[in-house]
T-cell receptor, first 112, second 113 residues
Framework: DTAVSQTPKYLVTQMGNDKSIKCEQN?????MYWYKQDSKKFLKIMFS???????INETVPNRFSPKSPDKAHLNLHINSLELGDSAVYFC???????????FGPGTRLTVL | AQSVTQLGSHVSVSEGALVLLRCNYS??????LFWYVQYPNQGLQLLLK??????LVKGINGFEAEFKKSETSFHLTKPSAHMSDAAEYFC???????????FGKGTSLLVTP
């Protein structure tokens, strides 16, 4: 009965590849997020998304794109991976009007 | 834009001692403030949140935090540290409910026997 799940948990890939990370929530939430945690453990918002609006952090390269097939899923697609993309990526979700975000377990991406 | 500053990237306390993790915020509107904990190789778990109700907020695992507008602070405390409290702690702020969180840089808590 995992609330927010991510797959894969670990992803190792070569520079230049394209990869996707999947996120699913079974909480009935309507807003989802992607955060990036770098090697110094600093967490930064990448995207906020609900049915109506996608908010993109302006510092995120356009190689990153969120894709939402339905309200319960927000996948992260990354083109032309670079060494600097190595990080832990966290998905989170909430219900609009709520104050609490629920986080997934994270996906550790390593680009070689 | 809202931001938080966590003072001290590493804090070490003895088991049974008081835990005090500092967080100051900057916000042009009444903020929503949060403390999250991250255990090694795990996701983030909400400890407590301030949403303009009571200024003293009690959370899980014996933690609490006090919102002080005059000091723009939201420090996290626990009267007696346990070994299991060793983790990374993040203070975060958002402009409104449902908005993305802006995190501090985190404080790593070490608890020694």
């Amino acid at each position: 009965d995992t609330a927010v799940s991510q797959t894969p948990k670990y992803l190792v890939t070569q520079m230049g590849n394209d990869k996707s990370i999947k996120c699913e929530q079974n909480l009935g939430h309507d807003t989802m997020y992607w955060y990036k945690q770098d090697s110094k453990k600093f967490l930064k918002i990448m995207f906020s998304y609900n049915n109506k609006e996608l908010i993109i952090n302006e510092t995120v390269p356009n190689r990153f794109s969120p894709k939402s097939p339905d309200k319960a899923h927000l996948n992260l697609h990354i083109n032309s991976l670079e060494l600097g993309d190595s990080a832990v990526y966290f998905c989170a979700s909430t219900l609009q009007g709520s104050n609490e975000q629920f986080f997934g377990p994270g996906t550790r991406l390593t680009v070689l | 834009a809202q931001s938080v500053t966590q003072l001290g990237s590493h804090v070490s306390v003895s088991e049974g001692a008081l835990v005090l993790l500092r967080c100051n915020y900057s916000s042009s509107v009444p903020p929503y403030l949060f403390w999250y904990v991250q255990y090694p190789n795990q996701g983030l778990q909400l400890l407590l949140k301030y949403t303009s109700a009571a200024t003293l907020v009690k959370g899980i695992n014996g933690f609490e935090a006090e919102f002080k507008k005059s000091e723009t602070s939201f420090h996290l405390t626990k009267p007696s540290a346990h070994m299991s409290d060793a983790a990374e702690y993040f203070c975060a702020v958002s402009e409104n409910s449902g908005y993305a969180l802006n995190f501090g840089k985190g404080t790593s808590l070490l608890v020694t026997p």
